[in-house]
């Protein structure tokens, strides 16, 4: 009975989660021009217009080259300070890693502001780069602590071993270490990437309008009214989400890149 009991009521919070989801999907289908839910008809001539309409194109477009950039640009930040704290375990170290998650702890306002006084105090606001920089920086979090727990999960008995046959630092870092982080560093930057892809507030104080990334595109579009294709971009942000933690649930261990703990730590 307490199991049945437990399964329902997750089964309602699940329910619950969904049902904004499940309205939005409504919504994106809909046959005429506007957000009613049951949708009136069935129609998928918004998802085209997200391709064929070029405001929204080229705001697609935008979002995909920040969102890799940025991600890219996390990991390169990140990973040298994953593995300076792998390497060397003093106490004063962490400091190092409480900076890497400083942006991600403050609120993402405080984060925004910070980012637009310094662009603007260096002249640089509104110039295109400055929101992969600034979205690097924000989310490098998430590869750090991705990779953080890949190089936790090394077995030191291979470094060591290596070490006794005459490897030097730089073979053991081709030749075990990197093999063995490989697939952190997919997952931090597969994370760095979906939520710079939805990202606007950093975005927006940085740039404004001069790049205008889906969710500003969308910020716009509001002032002339509400259409189903809003609804087609968020439909389309969930699916590009499952699809790369799909992907990565398939060939690695998402639950230990999120921090779980796995029998085979025993």
Not at 72 to 84: E, K, N, S
Not at 169 to 189: A, E, H, Q
Request: charged share 10%.
């Amino acid at each position: 009975m307490s199991r049945l009991l437990t399964r329902l009521t997750f089964g309602c919070f699940g329910l619950f989660l969904a049902a904004p989801l499940a309205v939005v999907a409504g919504v994106s289908v809909n046959e005429k021009k506007s957000l009613t839910f049951p949708p009136e008809g069935f129609s998928l001539d918004w998802f085209g217009e997200i391709f064929m309409d070029g405001g929204w194109f080229s705001a697609l477009l935008a979002s995909l080259g920040v969102a890799a950039a940025a991600s890219a640009l996390a990991v390169l930040v990140a990973l040298p300070i994953a593995w300076f704290l792998w390497r060397w375990h003093a106490p004063w170290a962490r400091i190092v890693q409480v900076l890497g998650l400083a942006p991600f702890i403050l609120p993402p306002v405080i984060t925004a502001l910070g980012f637009l006084a310094f662009w603007s105090e260096l002249g640089l606001y509104g110039q295109p780069w400055t929101v992969v920089i600034s979205h690097g920086i924000f989310f490098v979090t998430l590869p750090l602590v991705t990779l953080t727990l890949g190089f936790d999960a090394i077995d030191q008995a291979l470094v060591e071993a290596a070490q006794t046959m005459g490897a030097d630092d730089r073979t053991i870092l081709k030749t075990i270490v990197f093999p063995l982080i490989r697939p952190y560093i997919v997952s931090g930057l597969a994370f760095a990437f979906v939520l710079s892809l939805n990202e606007y507030i950093v975005a927006y104080m940085v740039v404004g309008f001069t790049v205008e990334t889906l969710p500003i595109k969308i910020f716009n579009a509001l002032r002339y009214g509400y259409t189903p294709t809003m609804a087609a971009v968020t439909v389309l942000f969930v699916l590009v989400a499952a699809l790369v933690f799909g992907l990565i649930a398939r060939f690695g261990d998402l639950p230990r890149l999120l921090g779980a703990w796995s029998p085979k730590d025993e």
